[in-house]
């Protein structure tokens, strides 16, 4: 069992700066591919990063390559998400997801444990 607990989320301008980071209590983390999922008013749920259980590789949606960074620390436990250069369209819940399977795990449905969002809002 996992738990997931998001934080970091707010209110920035375009082009700014954020880092999201995700809290996990259970033994199991250090094993689980972590990912990062966000969702939009009225879009569906969307992959945005993944890592695997040792921190590479990493996975990342083609939007953000370049401007979000995934990384994570086994020894407190935690999963973090920079996320520079942010744009209007980045707007959206971000939710923290740890998967028990191994490799590129881009399906949600593939994730068995989920945080409760934070809200990510970017203003032009």
């Known amino acids: 069992q996992l738990q997931l607990v998001e934080s970091g989320g707010g209110l920035v301008q375009a082009g700014g700066s954020l880092r999201l980071s995700c809290a996990a209590s259970?033994?199991?983390?250090?094993?689980?591919?972590m990912g990062w999922f966000r969702q939009a008013p009225g879009k569906e749920r969307e992959f945005v990063a993944a890592?695997?259980?040792?921190?590479?590789?990493?996975y990342y949606v083609g939007s953000v390559k370049g401007r979000f960074t995934i990384s994570r620390d086994n020894a407190k436990n935690t999963v973090s998400l920079q996320m520079n250069s942010l744009k209007v369209e980045d707007t959206a819940v971000y939710y923290c997801?740890?998967?028990?399977?191994?490799?590129?795990?881009?399906?949600?449905?593939?994730?068995?444990?989920w945080g409760q969002g934070t809200q990510v809002t970017v203003s032009s």
């Open positions: 997801a740890a998967s028990r399977l191994r490799g590129e795990v881009r399906t949600g449905s593939l994730y068995d444990y």
């Open positions: 259970g033994r199991t983390f250090s094993s689980a591919t």
């Open positions: 890592s695997s259980w040792s921190g590479a590789p990493t």
